[in-house]
């Protein structure tokens, strides 16, 4: 692996979503040893690394981002000796590791909430999580406050709903198996120094870090004013979103970071706007923050030059280049969320080939290299806790990954024959797997391939460099360009008929020139300058 502390800042990480991306010892769940199989898939990408989400020790409610034991690893998913034998190949092959850490909120299960629940009211062991009286009602007591949890209704329940003594109630921005650590306790910063530390000195190369604006709730926990709907990511709950004090835990996560050879990485989950965002990338706190804003855009050549110029504006404000993110295991598919039929195809396919020329660092999230759609799961068989709480279900975009043709182990992602997946995938999903597109030379994996190598070289040739800024344009309404440097820019047909390209070579584009060299609708062309 190369010593090269600056790597992150252009690196394109792809996110693996472990139980939904191979399923290795055939229980119909994804697992380490599944991953550990496909690693040269991931490697022939030619990515920088991958972001595993949670597969630490977990009841499963919220998929693994409800951790109960934040060093270890959930037998679903494996061993330790299989997570240090996939960090080790994954090194051999030259992809750095990113791990998830859920710093917000742990399980209900995890020992510290329970020996809180049974310490009881007054006890210390309280303090570790935000446990508190409600207010006296006429027939039952009430919430502490008014905050709404982000997968629906209150943000509190009782510790013990059952009990005449103890009427506490404890927070919980999620589900009530969620509930929120609180980091006024300084207990609490401690406990995840050691985490990270345990991870760093494992030889991981850096976290994603949950939920990041989120740990610090303001002092007394008052009522939210006004709107009170917190399913937009929290952001409009002033109460928990963005308070001044946690940036002091990524100055400290930095430094512990930074005490290590190479340097670790920090990129957090900072659902804010460009301009608070990029408060979290100073250099001294996180290296990266999710453009997130830029994940909520729809097929709109304006609002990406806005957005686009506002989160350049905020890095030359902070220093940190854009960290680019189209989807996500939260977030619907693009195929489905830029446009319906093939129109959605050929916009999840520019747009990917957009997001990899822009200047900073992008993932990629299992399966848009596949340009798989968003998959309608049958009510019955959706497991995402925010479905049952407020009818929105993420598990569309968390289908298992179509590997081959044949319908047999789930197209290729069960080791067994015969075994329900832990989602249903559709019956057309072998004719989008991996197999299908190494075979056609304009699949979009095959497109992801050339403009990772392209990538690669650009960089090398200095004609690209993780010190550009984008400049962004709209022209006739339909034409989006970011420029980077003299030489290189990326342009985006967003309107409704083919549009002339600036002077220059095309040397990739997502969708073939029409006869007279014009970008088609719906395509992005790669545009050398000479
Ligand atoms: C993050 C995760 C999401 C999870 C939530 C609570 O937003 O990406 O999947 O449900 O945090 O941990």
Redesign the pocket.
């Known amino acids: 692996m190369e010593q090269d502390d600056r790597w992150w800042r252009d690196a394109v990480i792809y996110q693996v979503y472990p139980r939904s991306f191979a399923d290795g010892d055939g229980d119909g769940v994804g697992d380490l040893a599944g991953l550990l199989s496909r690693l040269p898939y991931i490697a022939s990408l030619g990515v920088d690394g991958i972001w595993m989400?949670p597969f630490q020790p977990s009841p499963q409610v919220?998929?693994g981002?409800?951790v109960s034991d934040y060093c270890g690893v959930d037998p679903l998913f494996g061993t330790m000796a299989q997570f240090d034998d996939l960090l080790e190949a994954a090194h051999a092959l030259n992809l750095r590791v990113i791990l998830d850490v859920?710093p917000?909120?742990c399980s209900s299960e995890h020992p510290l909430f329970r020996s809180a629940v049974d310490a009881g009211p007054g006890s210390p062991q309280r303090t570790m999580f935000h446990i508190e009286d409600g207010h006296e009602g006429e027939l039952e007591d009430e919430p502490p406050n008014n905050w709404q949890s982000?997968f629906g209704g209150s943000a509190w329940s009782r510790i013990d709903p059952g009990s005449a003594t103890d009427r506490q109630w404890y927070l919980h921005l999620?589900s009530p198996d969620?509930p929120d650590w609180n980091w006024r306790n300084p207990a609490v910063g401690d406990y995840f120094e050691d985490v990270l530390r345990f991870w760093f000195d494992r030889g991981v190369d850096g976290l994603r870090i949950?939920?990041a604006h989120a740990l610090f709730k303001a002092e007394g926990l008052p009522d939210v004013v006004g709107t009170n709907d917190v399913v937009d990511?929290l952001r409009s709950n002033p109460q928990v979103s963005d308070q001044e004090e946690v940036h002091g835990v990524y100055r400290r996560w930095r430094r512990v970071a930074d005490s290590y050879s190479p340097a670790r990485v920090l990129v957090g989950?900072v659902?804010l706007d460009p301009e608070r965002a990029a408060r979290y990338t100073r250099a001294d706190e996180m290296h990266q923050a999710f453009a997130f804003a830029f994940a909520r855009l729809g097929w709109d050549a304006t609002a990406w030059a806005a957005t686009g110029t506002d989160l350049d504006a905020a890095r030359r404000a902070h220093g940190a280049p854009p960290t680019w993110a189209l989807e996500?295991?939260?977030l619907v598919r693009t195929v489905t969320r830029f446009g319906s039929g093939e129109c959605g195809v050929l916009r999840a396919r520019a747009g990917l080939l957009a997001l990899l020329g822009l200047p900073g660092g992008a993932y990629i999230y299992q399966g848009q290299e596949l340009n798989l759609p968003e998959v309608d799961v049958p009510v019955e068989a959706r497991m995402d806790p925010?479905w049952t709480r407020s009818g929105v279900s993420?598990d569309g975009a968390r289908v298992p990954l179509p590997w081959t043709t044949a319908p047999g182990c789930s197209f290729g992602f069960s080791a067994t024959d015969g075994v329900a997946p832990w989602l249903p995938t559709p019956p057309d999903w072998g004719s989008r797997s991996v197999e299908t597109q190494e075979r056609d030379e304009d699949s979009i994996l095959q497109l992801v391939r050339t403009a990772l190598t392209l990538r690669r070289h650009l960089t090398k040739d200095g004609v690209i460099s993780s010190d550009d800024g984008g400049d962004w344009s709209v022209h006739d309404g339909a034409l989006l360009l970011c420029e980077r440097g003299r030489q290189f820019l990326v342009a985006v047909a967003m309107g409704d008929t083919p549009v002339p390209l600036p002077h220059g070579h095309v040397v990739l584009a997502s969708s073939p020139l029409t006869v007279e060299g014009l970008l088609p609708p719906d395509a992005t062309a790669w545009v050398l300058r000479s």
């Open positions: 989400t919220d998929q981002y409800d859920v917000n909120h982000v999620f969620q949950d939920v990511g989950e659902n996500n295991h939260d925010m993420r």
